[in-house]
């Protein structure tokens, strides 16, 4: 695998808006830990650590891993859920109409 997954993983955290400290708390580690695992100075951070990060950071893991189950962000699936909503409540619209 890539090292392409430590800058997915920044970025999941960026994204989230969060301030890096509510992050730690959630994922239940040390801030300085976190701050560790986002300047790569934590080279091999354990795998549990990782998860708890990317969840608290509101992204599933198989994002961050770019597995095939999940090609999309959290950000980039509410926006598809939100134009798929517009589109049907269009359709819905069309076909209610005389």
């Avoid at 959290?74 to 269009?90: K, N, Q």
């Amino acid at each position: 695998m890539s090292a392409d997954w430590r800058k997915r993983r920044r970025e999941a955290v960026r994204r989230s808006g969060r301030k890096q400290s509510d992050i730690a708390r959630a994922a239940e580690v040390a801030p300085e830990t976190l701050s560790g695992v986002l300047t790569n100075d934590m080279t091999n951070p354990s795998f549990d650590v990782v998860v708890r990060i990317t969840h608290a950071a509101g992204e599933p893991v198989g994002c961050l891993l770019r597995e095939d189950d999940f090609p999309f962000s959290a950000e980039e699936r509410e926006t598809l859920i939100t134009a798929a909503e517009i589109i049907l409540r269009r359709e819905a619209c069309i076909i209610v109409r005389p």
